[in-house]
């Protein structure tokens, strides 16, 4: 099964910025995507997602307010700008599909995710 690639990761200090990546390479990402991210000891935690066409966006309450998530398709990519960066915030970051609803509006679900995990990237918030 083909997998986007994650980058941007790093290590910032509280109220930094970063953005990640997800890149396709060899295939079209044309479907929701969802960034999670997992802390040492935890569960993945769902943190936004984008529809298709990117008109659907759904954030956790965590990250509101400041981080953004957008796609560019004619780039095959799906980014996260993460702004005012916290200790919390720390984990690895993944990128995978998630499920998708048409009904009225497009509309993404982060609870109805693929765990096929890549490598993902590190965001370390500690000064």
């Known amino acids: 099964q083909m997998q986007p690639v994650e980058s941007g990761g790093g290590l910032v200090q509280p109220g930094e910025s970063l953005r990640l990546s997800c890149v396709a390479s060899?295939?079209?990402?044309?479907?929701?995507i969802g960034w999670f991210r997992q802390a040492p000891g935890k569960e993945p935690e769902g943190v936004s997602c984008?529809?298709?066409?990117?008109?659907?966006?759904n954030y956790a309450d965590s990250v509101k307010g400041r981080f953004t998530i957008s796609r560019d398709n004619a780039k095959n990519t799906v980014y996260l700008q993460m702004t005012s960066l916290k200790p919390e915030d720390t984990g690895v970051y993944y990128c995978?599909?998630?499920?998708?609803?048409?009904?009225?509006?497009?509309?993404?679900?982060?609870?109805?995710?693929?765990?096929?995990w890549g490598q993902g990237t590190q965001v370390t918030v500690s000064s």
């Open positions: 984008i529809g298709s066409r990117g008109e659907g966006i």
């Open positions: 060899g295939f079209t990402l044309d479907y929701a």
């Open positions: 995978v599909r998630v499920g998708e609803s048409f009904a009225t509006e497009e509309a993404c679900h982060m609870s109805d995710y693929d765990d096929t």
